[in-house]
């Protein structure tokens, strides 16, 4: 049990001190080295906290989070170039990833230590993290290894309907309904994705703008399916995205 509770804390201070490393000597070999034994050490970790089998969903969707938030942060460091801004995106993955082993934790081992729908809140700003830096990676592959579009689809759907997938387990919304809206977004992700990358404008900005789109629309269908939509939140969501939008559309050097 205390190598559990230690493990909450030695994995992401593991993970930041090798990330900085490897990202400091920038030699290919170490990078290649150093990117299947981070991930073992994720999954080992995540393993040791999450009191099911590792072929279940609530070990799956419980621990794909972090793997993918660490992959997508892995991808980051290569735009960032030297600087103290690669230093920042080390450090933010690992306080994000320290709260999440931490609530992990407390659900399993301390369950009346644990805050009430605390990893359903974390999943929520853990998943649109996820989604922003996913976006930022797929358009610095179009921009900078000219990947076709529809290849970089294919990972898109499938980093998007993983996070709609963990969305519908972890608010227990079981309708059958479910996969349409899953579908729906998909779609009008897509297009969006499509769209953005025959625009003038640099990854980052379009993948703000695609982020935000998917803000609206997860809004709006989770308070649908757990049938809490009404006139007044739509207009929030949609006041929120819109006044958003209009901030990065006319700040946003356009080339």
């Known amino acids: 049990m205390l190598f559990k509770r230690f493990s909450v804390l030695i994995c ?95 659900f399993f081992y301390r369950p009346l230590h644990y805050p009430p729908y605390a990893l359903e809140n974390l999943a929520g700003l853990f998943n649109l993290l996820i989604f922003f830096y996913w976006i930022v990676n797929l358009n610095a592959l179009h ?16 980093v998007l309907s993983l996070i709609l997938g963990q969305f519908f387990w972890i608010n227990k919304i079981k309708q059958k309904i479910r996969f349409a809206y899953l579908l729906i977004i998909n779609i009008i992700i897509l297009e969006f994705f499509w769209v953005l990358a025959f625009l003038p404008a640099n990854f980052y900005v379009g993948a703000i703008i695609l982020t935000i789109v998917f803000y609206f629309l997860w809004g709006v ?31 946003s050097a356009w080339i």
């Open 221 to 251: 269908f989770k308070l649908k399916l757990i049938g809490q939509l009404n006139r007044k939140s739509f207009l929030r969501y949609l006041a929120i995205a819109s006044a958003l939008l209009f901030v990065i559309i006319f700040t």
């Open 143 to 158: 921009v900078f290894l000219n990947l076709p579009l529809w290849l970089l689809s294919l990972v898109l759907i499938a």
């Open 12 to 106: 992401p201070i593991l993970l930041f001190l090798i990330l900085e490393i490897i990202f400091y000597f920038y030699n290919i070999v170490l990078i290649l080295i150093a990117l299947p034994v981070c991930l073992l050490l994720l999954v080992f970790v995540l393993k040791l906290l999450i009191k099911e089998k590792i072929a279940t969903r609530t070990f799956f969707y419980l621990s794909f989070p972090p793997v993918l938030f660490f992959c997508a942060n892995f991808g980051l460091l290569f735009l960032t170039g030297p600087g103290f801004l690669k230093h920042i995106v080390i450090l933010s993955f690992a306080l994000i990833l320290a709260v999440y082993l931490e609530n992990t934790y407390l």
